[in-house]
């Protein structure tokens, strides 16, 4: 028997909670600009089949990692594959959720393989470029992505551990209210940085779209530099973030 799909509205209703998509910290960017819409349609018809929330955040998983692995192509062909398949990550990370809500399937083992996947296509993806960079000159590029993923990494890890420590200390999941530092110097700096997004780099999404751009700027030029110079930047934008970030949990009260 043919199961009818749901009406769009129904669907968005259960599985598009405003709370979520309008939480500061809950919604990337891009989902709340155009891919929720492209993921509804998708969920629409996801939900009449067998497929569980976990197999779909798996597959979000292998298109992370594999955007790190297309972008090690050499040329305008790896870095469009590996743009392509960050928004699949994207897409695969937004429908995941919305068929656990329609379908209610929740497992812990989802949220934790969900997490791990973003650990690993954000580190994938820096490790590609540095062997994209490295590529006809210096290994050192390599020791430059590998560098970066690991700051990526941090980035990502100081933000979990809030909620580890928390835990750990019989303490409720920080609110966002809980995340504004005391410390008026560094509460201007963070200001500054939501003011002028350069953060935004440390994001697999957002530095598939920026290697594109500078692949297509080797291809102009005759050589890999402005892929090499982008993949400097955001190793140092990445650091100062880490570095910026700790600053900012310690002076808040996510941790009291």
Known sequence: MVVAAPALAELREVCQPQAKLQSRNGEHWAGRLYMRRISLRTTRQLVRTSVSPNTLTWLMVVCGVGAGAALMIPGLTGAVLAAVLFQGFLLFDCVDGEV?????????????????????????????????????GSELWVSVGLATALGVVLLKASTDLVDVARARSGMAPADEESTQPRSQGIATARRLASIFKIHRVTNGIEASLVLLATAVADAAVGDIGPTRYALAAIAVITWGMVVAHLASILSSSRLR
């Open 100 to 136: 656990a809500r329609w379908k209610r399937q929740f497992s812990t083992a989802g949220v934790y393989v969900d997490r791990l996947g973003a650990y690993l296509a954000d580190a994938a993806l820096m490790i590609g470029a540095g062997v994209r960079a490295a590529r006809g």
